[in-house]
């Protein structure tokens, strides 16, 4: 069992930065995956990023590749989504999830564990 609270989010302006974390509770954090995803109002849940079990490999949507970046910290037990050069249309809630198996995926159903999500306003 993992539980996922992550932090970090608020209101920016265009072009600002955020960090979001992931605290993870649970001996096994180390195996899994983790993914960041995000939801709009009145939109589906949409991959952002994810990392796999070790940090080596990760896997990113077109539209934030280059501006985000996503890490983790095993020691720590939590997960990381750098946000830089944000837009309006980055405005979400964003989640953060893991998966069993350690390997990336941007698939919604593959993701076994997630947080209550956290607020990001981004305004022009």
């Known amino acids: 069992q993992v539980q996922l609270v992550e932090s970090g989010g608020g209101l920016v302006q265009a072009g600002d930065s955020l960090r979001l974390s992931c605290a993870a509770s649970?001996?096994?954090?180390?195996?899994?995956?983790m993914g960041w995803f995000r939801q709009a109002s009145g939109k589906e849940r949409e991959f952002v990023a994810s990392i796999n079990w070790s940090g080596g490999s990760s896997l990113y949507a077109d539209s934030v590749k280059g501006r985000f970046t996503i890490s983790r910290d095993n020691a720590k037990n939590t997960g990381y989504l750098q946000m830089n050069s944000l837009k309006p249309e980055d405005t979400a809630v964003y989640y953060c999830?893991?998966?069993?198996?350690?390997?990336?995926?941007?698939?919604?159903?593959?993701?076994?564990?997630w947080g209550q999500g956290t607020q990001v306003t981004v305004s022009s």
């Open positions: 649970g001996r096994t954090f180390s195996t899994y995956a």
């Open positions: 999830a893991a998966k069993r198996g350690g390997l990336v995926t941007s698939t919604v159903a593959r993701y076994d564990y």
